[in-house]
């Protein structure tokens, strides 16, 4: 009898364990701008050789990819949980592109630039995980998206959504603010 | 009320003129940027952006047409096209420049621009705002001295552009005066140029640029130049403590070693006088330095050698001292008789005279004391001058002029005398026969070798002298080593007395041109 007792104490604390919401990140926070300096950069890269392909990399269907640009008054008004929002979305959204375009390329070369572009994604979702933001769930609201249908394209929105959203993002994240001062 | 509104009023003139001059220096900046622009940007329309929320680009005819002329249109991705306003400004050589200023601004996305003259599009561009900026030179440039030679410290503002902090590069250059040299600085705003010039003045510019990543532009132009000019050459501080030091602490270890070697300094460079003071007590100190006082006064505090006395004046002539027989009158002239006839005679003579001085016979006087008599004489000028003293002494042999040596004998007449103060003088192999009855002596008929064992007896037997060419004087064997054999004495003793002892002393006459210069020829009487 007491040892089912202690067994199940045991495996109720367990259970609690798993189900705690709100738990912080394991990770330490990445603060320092060079590491999505070289995102970027590894992402201008791939964009750049993708520059001179054209009929080979025109898409067979449309992707629905993020909006890139960014009014710098109409980011200052929202706040840190929006922004944070609307990276994850566009994250998530280019993640699913580049799956989608993946899968109907047989070309290795392209496979190759398709597979460093997803990596580049998932690292920076990483980050964004190490500074506390990640569990924030998605709002039902629209998005502003737009779509796609070349290869270039795609890369294109890749890199200039890391340059601008995500950028100002990490650049004002609340963690690394706090380590600073 | 007058006075506040005169107040008011010069306030607002005061602010008005303010803000014109940062118009015109914005003005001044524009202009800049356009005309450098023209040169460098090869698409139409040329862009730029100054800050984080504006956009202007230009374009330029020599049409001389008018703003009406033309439209600007800009498209964002899936947005809807807007046009933007175009104004003209007139330019050198007949040319008008149009300018748009973009209302709204995005960056981070494509924007798509169209430009339409009369209608008809003669431009068309694609770009991104944030690749596109042209900053202000960055302001606040300070140059300071950093304590160390050859260097200056400079430092600058960054330009007020949020979000764009870490994405800025500058541009350094700096010149003595004939060469610019530049550094790029990334993610700071200060240098510290090293290996400049001592004690030179230098000219610092800045300007500044997005790095090209995140954000990226054009050069911005170059900050008002400002001066410094560098440290002199000076002695370090440190260094000078520590050579200051270092000195502190040889004089100090000099300064012990003085000390502790003191005395021994002392005597080298002031060496003692010696001062006779220990050998006369009491006569600096108690009769002030009177020597009569002192010396009637000492009794037998003075105890002068011998020696001290003695030889004052070198005597320069062999005095003949009284004769004296050595040997008792029988010996003697049995040995006489031995001795060839003609020689016989006259020695017989002689020995009565040598009997008759025989009672000035004495026995040796000390050995020590008449070997230390007859060196001294050895120094002497003369070698057969001697002192008076021998006169008490014994053990002499006296030569006249009646003895004549044997023709056998070598001739002894070249002989330096005063190489040779002292020789015993050798007649005939008779004289040396005659040895033989004084004991067991070796003897050499021809040689003139003398070897004495008695002393006493020896010398007086000897010596009938008539004719002598010389004078010798025999000292009576004392005892002392001393080996004289002319030969050897060449080689070992050079004017002086050097030997051993043994009961086999021989002598040898010297040859005629042998040098004889410091050879005593002593015979043990």
Not at chain 2, 97 to 117: A, S, T
Not at chain 2, 239 to 257: D, E, K, Y
Not at chain 2, 428 to 450: N, T, V
């Amino acid at each position: 009898m007491r040892i089912t007792t202690w067994g199940l104490v045991t495996v109720l604390l367990m259970v609690l364990d798993w189900t705690r919401p709100g738990s912080p990140s394991a990770l330490r926070p990445i603060c320092d701008p060079l590491v999505l300096d070289r995102f970027i950069q590894e992402s201008r890269d791939i964009e750049l050789a993708m520059g001179t392909c054209r009929d080979r990399c025109r898409l067979s269907e449309s992707l629905t990819v993020p909006r890139t640009s960014v009014d710098f008054a109409a980011w200052e008004r929202k706040d840190v949980r929006e922004q944070t929002q609307e990276v994850q979305e566009g994250l998530r959204l280019l993640g699913q592109a580049i799956e989608r375009v993946k899968a109907s390329v047989s070309d290795t070369a392209l496979i190759g630039l398709l597979d460093s572009s997803y990596d580049n994604i998932h690292s920076i979702k990483q980050v964004i995980r190490s500074l506390d933001m990640q569990d924030w769930s998605p709002s039902s609201r629209t998005w502003d998206t737009w779509t796609v249908s070349s290869m270039p394209e795609l890369f294109r929105v890749h890199t200039n959504f890391l340059r601008g959203k995500v950028h100002l993002l990490l650049s004002r994240a609340p963690a690394c603010r706090q380590e600073n001062h | 009320m007058t006075m506040l509104r005169k107040t008011q009023h010069f306030g607002l003139l005061i602010f008005f003129l303010s803000q014109k001059a940062s118009l015109e220096t914005v003005d001044r900046h524009f202009e800049s940027k356009v005309d450098l622009l023209l040169n460098v940007e090869t698409e139409n329309p040329k862009c730029f952006a100054e800050g984080m929320r504006d956009l202007t680009c230009f374009w330029e005819d020599e049409d001389g047409g008018s703003a009406d002329q033309y439209s600007f249109t800009y498209t964002y991705e899936n947005e809807k096209s807007s046009e933007c306003k175009v104004t003209s400004q007139p330019a050198e050589g007949a040319k008008t420049r149009y300018f748009c200023h973009l209302p709204k601004v995005q960056h981070f996305g494509d924007l798509y621009l169209r430009v339409f003259r009369d209608g008809l599009q003669i431009y068309n561009r694609s770009l991104l705002i944030n690749l596109l900026f042209w900053l202000d030179p960055p302001a606040n440039l300070t140059v300071t001295q950093t304590g160390k030679l050859g260097q200056l410290k400079v430092t600058w503002l960054p330009p007020p552009l949020k979000y764009m902090e870490n994405s800025m590069m500058y541009e350094v250059r700096y010149t003595a005066g004939s060469t610019w040299k530049e550094k790029v600085v990334r993610e700071s705003t200060e240098i510290t140029l090293q290996g400049l010039q001592v004690n030179t003045k230098y000219k610092v510019q800045v300007r500044v640029k997005p790095d090209g990543l995140t954000y990226d532009g054009f050069w911005s132009s170059w900050t008002l130049p400002v001066s410094m000019t560098t440290a002199p050459k000076d002695v370090d501080p440190l260094i000078l403590a520590l050579c200051l030091i270092i000195t502190f602490v040889l004089v100090l270890l000099s300064l012990t070693a003085l000390v502790s070697h003191r005395s021994s300094l002392q005597k080298k460079m002031w060496p003692l006088i010696p001062s006779p003071e220990n050998k006369f007590p009491g006569l600096f100190t108690v009769y002030g330095g009177d020597f009569q006082e002192w010396l009637g006064h000492s009794g037998g505090g003075l105890r002068p050698s011998p020696a001290f006395f003695f030889f004052e004046e070198l005597p320069a002539m062999l005095e003949v001292l009284s004769e004296a027989t050595p040997v008792p009158p029988r010996s003697v002239e049995s040995r006489a008789c031995n001795l060839p006839e003609s020689g016989c005679k006259e020695n017989e003579e002689d020995l009565q005279n040598a009997e008759s001085g025989q009672e000035g016979w004495q026995p040796t006087p000390p050995a020590h004391w008449l070997m230390k008599h007859f060196q001294t004489l050895q120094q002497g000028p003369s070698p057969f001058s001697w002192s008076t003293q021998l006169e008490s002494k014994d053990s002499y042999v006296t030569l006249d002029h009646s003895f004549q040596p044997k023709p056998q004998e070598t001739p002894m007449d070249d002989i330096s005398e005063e190489s040779a103060p002292l020789r015993v003088l050798f007649t005939s192999a008779e004289i040396s026969a005659s040895h033989s009855d004084l004991g067991s002596l070796p003897q050499s008929s021809r040689s003139g070798r003398l070897s004495s064992e008695s002393s006493l007896e020896y010398p007086h037997s000897i010596w009938p002298p008539k004719g002598i060419s010389y004078a010798s004087l025999t000292l009576a064997d004392s005892g002392v080593s001393v080996d004289y054999s002319p030969m050897n004495s060449i080689r070992t003793a050079a004017g002086g007395i050097g030997g051993f002892y043994n009961n086999d002393y021989k002598n040898e006459i010297p040859k005629p041109n042998e040098p004889l210069s410091g050879c005593p020829i002593y015979s043990a009487c």
